[in-house]
DNA sequence: TATTGTTATACTCTATAACTATA
DNA sequence: TATAGTTATAGAGTATAACAATA
């Protein structure tokens, strides 16, 4: 029930939604058993690979500078960022994800590949072969 | 940069965690330019095609009744969705979308297809028909 | 002057708990 | 008592605008 974006719209747009939604579902799942939102999920994968700006961060999550204020600020009261001075330029901090956060994200991490998995469990190998090759076409091109 | 969920996930799981993000940000954009929060595109996709009782949208949208009496709230105050009494139960309402909420959510539809299609232009046929294929495989077994 | 980041403010969204009205 | 829905409250998350510090 309440399945179709509509009638009369294409099987594969209805279908990249759909998609979309049972992935974000297992994802918010997850994220909330950690007390964690999306976006802070979207941070901790960021920050596992880099020490970015907030200036950077703002761009890479699409928010405005001052909501990344208040999300490095909460993040770094549960422990789980350290906003480091930077020598170079006095106005500048490098958010660093801290061993606490680096657990967490280890956990997230294992925990989404796992039900991600899951969703395409039924799938034959030459299909989930097939599913990647289309998938990286339309992801970059 | 930052694409990848971690170098040891299989690529299954990469594709279609950045292929719901690809999406997600199409919906967001498109929700935002109507002034509209995800839930509430798919609170209108729901209003659509049925007049719930609150406590069934609190059900579909996976939200407490409160949540839904606020999102309701605003929605009513934007003239875009009612609230109908039910004779047979004074306790109980049905939520009505206007022919203003109508209008908006046949606009955001018609974006939406669009959009989602130029994600998957670059396909040809016979790939759109796999991938509708898999898909389909995936979300209904 | 321009840039980086924070703060003040206001609003949406969410859940929990307590409440009202109806069954 | 039980159910449908609202209200009070608190907190996250967001943007805009004004600000401070540094370049």
Not at 56 to 79: F, H, M, P, T
Not at 94 to 104: A, K
């Amino acid at each position: 029930m309440v399945k179709n974006l509509s009638p009369n719209v294409p099987e594969i747009v209805d279908d990249l939604v759909q998609l979309c939604f049972a992935v974000q579902t297992i994802l918010l799942r997850i994220a909330a058993a950690h007390d964690l939102s999306l976006v802070q999920m979207r941070l901790f994968g960021i920050l596992r690979d880099h020490e970015p700006e907030m200036i950077a961060l703002a761009r890479y999550l699409n928010l405005d500078k001052s909501s990344v204020s208040g999300l490095i600020d909460r993040a770094e009261q549960r422990g789980l960022v350290r906003r480091v001075r930077v020598p170079e330029d006095g106005r500048v901090f490098r958010v660093s994800i801290t061993p606490l956060g680096r657990q967490i994200t280890a956990e997230i991490t294992t925990q989404v590949e796992s039900e991600i998995l899951g969703l395409v469990a039924n799938l034959s190998d030459a299909d989930r072969r097939q599913f990647i090759r289309i998938a990286s076409e339309i992801l970059r091109g």
